[in-house]
């Protein structure tokens, strides 16, 4: 089942200081080993030769990955008697991260600042999302409008196909998951000014969330990176 989200009562379990502390250092001890792991596995990719070589011969390599991945992240989303079961959820998190083998197609340096320009944006949206009384997870619904209309704009790229529209719409992309970045920073941190709080059992389902949202910010600050080179 997915998992549950609850209302910001007096008597939930974020109402224990120590269970939310215990929580969100694990949820961000988490999610600073897979990003530890991704950068390692792009900077293979990008500066190991034989290994950049064997992957460009064999594409197929990549495609099987990213669906892997994509069965993974449906996987942990959707079954909970699976992404709480220690060890397998780290190992699906770990395998999640091969997704890079895709930065082989794009320029070791605009990469490198595609990585620079992530960490920048991660970094200013978890402190807005920390200190801001804005409360984003009472507009989950209007998030999930909007990431419909940019996937139906992205149809509409690969029609006209045109390199400004492309440079739109990963703009418009780039400000959309920095905000489902907020809204799923509140999530995991709760508090009385949040509406709506993830579990603390789901620490694996939320270091999920944060990862996938900065990895999308990654690969959409690398395509107006390499568009506008």
Known sequence: APPVYTYNAEETDFSVATIRRGFVRKVYLTLMVQLLFTVGIICAFLYWNT???WVRENYWFSYSMMSVVVVLIVVLSCCDNIRRQVPLN?????FICLIFPLCRYFNAEAVLWAVGATALVSFGMSLFAMQSKWDFTAGAG????LA???FTFLLMCAIIRSQYLYIFY?????V???LYL???????????HRKYEISPEEYVFAALNLYLDIVTLF???LQIINFCR
């Open 51 to 53: 290994l950049k070589t």
């Open 90 to 94: 780290f190992m699906a998190l770990g």
């Open 142 to 145: 209007c998030m999930w409008a």
């Open 148 to 150: 419909w209309s940019l």
């Open 170 to 174: 990963a703009y418009l992309g780039t």
């Open 176 to 178: 959309l998951f920095s």
């Open 182 to 192: 907020v809204l799923d920073t509140q999530l995991i941190l709760g508090g009385k």
């Open 219 to 221: 690969l959409l600050l």
